[in-house]
């Protein structure tokens, strides 16, 4: 019988998170610890890592893989002194429903006119404003990856028009698909809310600009455009959109991430009234759900097979 110890221990390097849930989550399974005895530590085979410290993960000589907590790997990449070992992505119902749920319900609020009723409501104002269907309004979805195509099949459920965007050609049923710098124009000129769901990469830092704001289509069934970005703050320019806020190129913006996080106190979007603020809560990890599925893939990995969902280190994701 293997037991825990010949298996190795599992390293988890985890910031912003509370470490302990994650630990329990491993009990009885397969040892695990909050810190290395010592950068050599020939006991780590594998690490978990969300924001781990530069050099935290580098020197040990039998580290076979890396985990990401969470869906994006920008925060390990970011790791000069990253050893080469696989990275594995986690995929899974538990962290992609939330974000699915995230999505539609900012979707709809912004479609069925959620901020005007809360306006109604403190002027208490009865009045029935014109509203139309979701079959005449467009959600673009930038990032066609499991995140994206499942918040696409959601929302073609529910009657959007549906396009998507990636930097790879890639289908998804039931949307019309656009790729690459050259498909990004004609994207937005046809989409009325925006869902940016990318990976965060030299390629994609900074993309969702004031000049990409201009290119989404305003006059459309709600109003205006609206943007939702639920992927990483960095993609954004926080002040080209509060600058496309003030002057209507875009109409309302739900915004999860941010460039800084937390969040400043002293940031207008604080209490810009067009602005729904939420502290990078999409989605959160739960050691609960997602360990189990680390724990198959570790086995798998200890039995020489390979895995999908392996982080491609060039393409930044
Ligand atoms: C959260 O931001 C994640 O990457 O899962």
Same mark, same amino acid.
């Given at each position: 019988m293997t037991t825990a110890s010949d298996k190795g221990r599992v390293l988890l390097a985890i910031s912003g998170y509370e470490p302990t849930a994650w630990l329990k989550a491993f009990a009885g399974r397969r040892e695990a610890t909050l810190a290395a005895d010592g950068p050599g530590d020939p006991s780590i085979r594998y690490a978990l890592t969300w924001r781990h410290q530069p050099d935290q993960l580098s020197g040990f000589p039998n580290l076979k893989a890396i985990f990401s907590v969470g869906a994006g790997v920008?925060?390990?990449?970011?790791?000069?002194?990253?050893?080469?070992?696989?990275?594995?992505? =986690?995929?899974?119902?538990? @962290? %992609?429903?939330?974000?699915?749920?995230? &999505?539609?319900?900012?979707? #709809?609020?912004?479609? /069925?006119?959620?901020?005007?009723?809360?306006?109604?409501?403190?002027?208490?104002?009865?009045?029935?404003?014109?509203?139309?269907?979701?079959?005449?309004?467009?959600?673009?979805?930038?990032?066609?990856g499991a995140l994206g195509t499942e918040?696409?099949?959601?929302l073609g459920a529910l009657g959007y028009q549906l396009r998507g965007w990636s930097r790879r050609a890639r289908k998804a049923p039931g949307v019309a698909t656009f790729h690459g710098r050259e498909?990004?124009?004609?994207?937005?000129?046809?989409?009325?809310?925006? =869902?940016?769901?990318?990976? @965060? %990469?030299?390629?994609?830092?900074?993309? &969702?600009?004031?000049?990409? #704001?201009?290119?989404? /289509?305003?006059?459309?069934?709600?109003?205006?455009?609206?943007?939702?970005?639920?992927?990483?703050?960095?993609?954004?320019?926080?002040?080209?959109?509060?600058?496309?806020?003030?002057d209507g190129t875009l109409k309302e913006a739900t915004l999860d991430v941010f460039e800084i996080e937390p969040l400043p106190k002293a940031s207008p979007m604080w209490t810009h009234p067009k602005v729904f603020v939420t502290p990078h809560s999409a989605a959160g990890s739960d050691p609960d759900r997602l360990v189990p599925a680390m724990l198959e893939q570790m086995d798998a990995l200890d039995r020489g097979e390979t895995l999908e969902n392996i982080v491609d280190r060039a393409a930044g994701y």
């Open positions: 920008d925060h390990i990449l970011a790791d000069p002194t990253l050893p080469d070992v696989p990275i594995v992505r =986690v995929i899974d119902p538990s @962290l %992609t429903q939330p974000m699915i749920e995230y &999505i539609a319900w900012r979707v #709809l609020d912004h479609h /069925r006119q959620g901020l005007l009723y809360r306006i109604q409501k403190q002027k208490k104002i009865w009045h029935e404003p014109s509203q139309r269907p979701a079959s005449d309004v467009s959600v673009g979805i930038m990032g066609l918040a696409a099949r959601i498909g990004l124009d004609e994207f937005l000129a046809g989409t009325d809310i925006l =869902v940016v769901l990318l990976p @965060l %990469t030299a390629e994609t830092a900074g993309l &969702i600009d004031y000049a990409l #704001l201009r290119k989404l /289509r305003r006059r459309n069934a709600i109003g205006g455009a609206v943007l939702i970005n639920a992927g990483r703050g960095k993609l954004q320019k926080d002040a080209d959109i509060l600058r496309a806020l003030d």
